[in-house]
Nanobody, 125 residues
Framework: QVQLRESGGGLVQPGGSLRLSCAAS????????IGWFRQPPGREREGVSC????????YYADSVKGRFTISRDNAQNTVYLQMNNLKPEDTAVYYC??????????????????WGQGTQVTVSS
């Protein structure tokens, strides 16, 4: 069955870095767009980044441009999110998700059909 599993979250000081991993199983990663979302405390889930199928093009939310980098390793069925210069406002539960076959937006949670369980990222001194 389709599964996504995030790892790599934790507690980091402002200005620090983390790398999140999303291990996919039960489907062929290269055939799907994969996104990262986050849900800060008391707020709605928001799109952070995605790596598109076919051409591998990427999307970043304005709030993370220049600080976060998404990448994929299709052979390892894994998607990564490198997060640098982290800020307290990056604190959230981070999820990876598979966009549905007919989806077209990277920042629309309802267009994603499978989700991981999430990993907590806390940025605090």
């Amino acid at each position: 069955q389709v599964q996504l599993r995030e790892s790599g979250g934790g507690l980091v000081q402002p200005g620090g870095s983390l790398r999140l991993s999303c291990a996919a199983s039960g489907f062929t990663l290269e055939h799907y767009t994969i996104g990262w979302f986050r849900q800060p405390p008391g707020r709605e889930r928001e799109g952070v980044s995605c790596t598109r199928k076919n051409d591998g093009s990427t999307y970043y939310a304005d709030s993370v441009k220049g600080r976060f980098t998404i990448s994929r390793d299709n052979a390892q069925n894994t998607v990564y999110l490198q997060m640098n210069n982290l800020k307290p406002e990056d604190t959230a539960v981070y999820y990876c998700a598979r966009r549905g076959r007919y989806g077209s937006n990277c920042d629309a949670p309802h267009e994603h059909d499978y989700w991981g369980q999430g990993t907590q990222v806390t940025v605090s001194s």
